[in-house]
């Protein structure tokens, strides 16, 4: 597709368990955002990527959280011995080099809705 | 104090009114300033960026003040497609990411 694909799009899972969240930006982009969003609230920056590199991670809420992008294109976040308050929809974006800074224009995939029982 | 405030609302508006948000930020270091859109259940879109001298997009027009750092977003002759939760974004000197506000959201009623 052309836009920005996330999978799964719901998750529900077990206080402790470890999650994974896919992100599939945009061909051609080259910086890829993660933001969570919880109900009420605005998106929520998390870690941004330029290519392969973690150029900001200092939105992720601490060690439990990582996330990679070994080939500069599809992304993963993986949270580790989830908590309830992990409920969320998490958010990946992506844009050129121009975009973000410049244009202002991420493009947001529809996001994974992640709940911690 | 959060870095972008806004009203969350909701705006209660008829077709056809004219609506205004505010928002303000609290880093004076903010280059660059816009307004996203948001549907309900959906992910934010891209609405239109805020410059200095104020700009127009059809029924909207977004102003910045960086004296007062805050940030406004004017709907003209609303209409009930324009139901959506507004989002205030600014991006910071040094930063790639954005850093989004709560958002207001804005019902237009028929």
């Known amino acids: 597709g052309a836009g920005v694909s996330q999978t799964p799009s719901n998750k529900v899972t077990e206080k402790g368990k470890y999650v994974e969240l896919r992100c599939d930006p945009i061909?051609?982009?080259?910086?890829l955002y993660w933001y969570r969003q919880s109900l009420g609230q605005g998106p929520e920056f998390l870690i941004y990527?330029?290519?392969?590199?973690?150029?900001?991670d200092s939105g992720l809420p601490n060690d439990r959280f990582f996330a990679v992008r070994p080939e500069g294109s599809v992304s993963t976040l993986k949270i580790q011995r989830t908590e309830r308050g992990d409920s969320a929809v998490y958010l990946c974006?992506?844009?050129?080099?121009?975009?973000?800074?410049?244009?202002?224009?991420?493009?947001f995939g529809e996001g994974s809705r992640l709940t911690v029982l | 104090r959060k870095e972008v405030e806004q009203d969350p609302g909701p705006f209660n508006v008829p077709e056809g009114a004219t609506v205004a948000f505010n928002c303000t930020y609290s880093?004076?270091?903010?280059?660059?300033f816009f307004w996203y859109r948001q549907d309900c259940r959906k992910e934010p879109k891209l609405l239109m960026s805020?410059?200095?001298s104020g700009n127009e997009d059809g029924r909207f027009t977004a102003q910045l003040n960086r004296a007062s750092q805050y940030i406004s977003l004017l709907i003209r002759d609303s209409k009930l497609s324009d139901s959506a939760t507004y989002l205030c974004?600014?991006?910071?000197?040094?930063?790639?990411?954005?850093?989004f506000g709560s958002g207001t959201r804005l019902q237009v009623q028929p």
């Open positions: 990527f330029q290519g392969t590199g973690a150029a900001d």
């Open positions: 061909s051609g982009h080259t910086a």
């Open positions: 974004v600014v991006n910071n000197k040094g930063r790639r990411a954005l850093t």
């Open positions: 805020v410059y200095s």
């Open positions: 974006a992506s844009s050129t080099l121009a975009g973000g800074t410049n244009t202002g224009e991420l493009f």
């Open positions: 880093n004076s270091a903010s280059q660059s």
